[in-house]
């Protein structure tokens, strides 16, 4: 069974750094990794989908990475905003469906 | 496209009441899954199509529980008889499958409250 895990749970950062956001999993037979995005009271906005064949994806400011061999991924945001504020989510993706971790909160001040 | 929709975005509803969300995934997926986030839980997956045929419902919690999907545009999820513990926020979302690439795609959310 899969499983999905978020580090650290919370994050607050000034302005203008960079960050990783850590993922892991438990299952290595994963047919994807997606982040998303999820603003207090909305849905899920995905940021990047990292297919098993890949390595990494980028994105403007975002970098993810996927190491299937160790059951790590990455979210790396580059020059953090207060805009970045949000939470971000990691979902393993098996046949047909996405297992989630509990997710990043992160806060970016001015 | 206008994305995943999902209606309605906010239902309160007396215990016991029959509750029904209802979604309309992005033209062309063929799969839909129905989520549940709630804070102690996080999101759980209740169940999910492929192709309007229902593949796995392990996640629903009980038989109170039903999900259809008559069509290739439409799903709906059913409470009968709602309790205060389902309260939750409640997500559709649909990916095409293409390979291993199934991107999902989620709707705004049903935040349901049941008093």
């Known amino acids: 069974k899969q499983e999905v895990t978020q580090i650290p749970a919370a994050l607050s950062v000034p302005e203008g750094e960079n960050l990783v956001l850590n993922c892991s999993f438990t299952?290595?037979?994963?047919?994807?990794l997606q982040w998303f995005r999820q603003d207090p009271g909305k849905g899920l906005t995905s940021l990047l989908l990292?297919?098993?064949?890949?390595r990494e994806q980028t994105s403007g400011r975002l970098n993810a990475s996927l190491d299937k061999s160790s059951g790590r991924s990455t979210l790396y945001i580059a020059a953090s905003q207060p805009g970045d504020s949000a939470t971000y989510l990691c979902a393993g993706g098996g046949y047909n469906k996405l297992i989630f971790g509990a997710g990043t909160r992160l806060a970016v001040h001015p | 496209d206008a994305g995943v929709i999902q209606s309605p975005r906010h239902e309160v509803t007396e215990m016991g009441q029959e509750v029904t969300l209802r979604c309309k995934p992005i033209?062309?997926?063929?799969?839909l899954f129905w989520y549940r986030q709630t804070m102690m839980r996080g999101l759980e997956l209740l169940i999910y199509f492929n192709n309007n045929v229902p593949i796995d419902d392990s996640g629903m919690p009980e038989d109170r529980f039903s999900a259809k999907m008559p069509n290739a545009s439409f799903s709906t999820l059913k409470i009968q008889p709602s309790e205060p513990r389902d309260s939750a926020v409640y997500f559709c979302?649909?990916?095409?499958?293409?390979?291993?690439?199934?991107?999902?795609?989620f709707g705004q959310g049903t935040r349901l409250t049941v008093v």
């Open positions: 979302a649909s990916s095409s499958r293409q390979g291993t690439n199934t991107e999902a795609f």
């Open positions: 990292i297919q098993s064949s890949q």
């Open positions: 033209s062309g997926h063929n799969s």
């Open positions: 299952d290595s037979a994963i047919y994807n």
